[in-house]
């Protein structure tokens, strides 16, 4: 089974960087769909970012243009890179996975079967 493994969070004031990691351990990564989610405090978890085994990418609109995400299927790990952050991406953020299909609704965090233990990032003005 692929066990996902966060890391990269932290704090950081507004118009910062931050690049979080997610390790896959297991054989199989290559063929995964990957996704980030976040949660804020008393919010529900939404999503943010995800990739396609073929490498196609989406975004939720609010991060659009600030958020890149990639993977690198020789180190069995995908990242977020999270540019121009502002106070309300503080989250948990999180990474999940399932393997990938067409049919494969990227958006919604019951498509994945694979989660990770999530990291926090923390934005201050």
């Known amino acids: ?4 493994v966060e890391s990269g969070g932290g704090a950081v004031q ?4 931050l690049r979080l990691s997610c390790a896959a351990s297991g054989r199989t990564f290559s063929s995964y769909a990957m996704g980030w989610f976040r949660q804020a405090p008393g919010k529900e978890r939404e999503f943010v970012a995800a990739i396609r085994s073929g490498s196609s990418t989406y975004y939720l609109d609010s991060v659009k243009g600030r958020f890149i995400i990639s993977r690198d299927n020789a180190k069995n ?4 890179q999270m540019n121009s952050l502002k106070p309300e991406d503080t989250a948990v953020y999180y990474c999940a996975g ?3 299909s067409y049919y494969s609704i990227l ?4 498509s994945y079967d694979r989660w990770g233990q999530g990291t926090q990032v923390t934005v201050s003005s």
């Open 77 to 80: 790990t995908v990242y977020l």
């Open 107 to 110: 958006v919604k965090e019951d």
């Open 1 to 4: 089974q692929v066990q996902l």
């Open 98 to 100: 399932r393997v990938d």
């Open 14 to 17: 507004a118009g910062g960087s």
